[in-house]
Nanobody, 120 residues
């Protein structure tokens, strides 16, 4: 199972980016999809997750009110809209899925990362 994460880039503080997570191998709408991020030398951090079917969403406190996770079933894609970016948001972002509907399941499949760099 392969997921493709894309949309990273370099932005100034306060800017926005929209990350995409897509696959051609299974239907995303029935499965939880999560975004994680990792900075070298630090543990990977769960950023947001959207449940399959119900589309219930969760966010880590650090991004609440700034990031929005959403799903476009017609494109079989999950997005992470990131607004008002801060220096601390700089990381490699990954999408992942447990191939189960709920975010509470452990992630089994991971996409390649996309680099997000926020500069002052």
């Amino acid at each position: 199972v392969q997921l493709q994460a894309s949309g990273g880039g370099v932005v100034h503080t306060g800017g926005s980016l929209k990350l995409s997570c897509e696959t051609s191998e299974f239907t995303l709408k029935n499965n939880a999809i999560a975004w994680f991020r990792q900075v070298p030398g630090k543990d990977r951090e769960a950023v947001s997750c959207i449940n399959g079917n119900t589309d219930k969403t969760t966010y880590v406190d650090a991004v609440k009110g700034r990031f929005t996770i959403s799903r476009d079933n017609s494109r079989n894609t999950v997005y992470l809209q990131m607004n008002n970016l801060k220096l601390d948001d700089t990381a490699v972002y990954y999408c992942a899925t447990p191939l189960q509907p709920l975010c509470t399941f452990g992630m089994s499949y991971w996409g390649g990362g996309t680099q997000v760099t926020v500069s002052s």
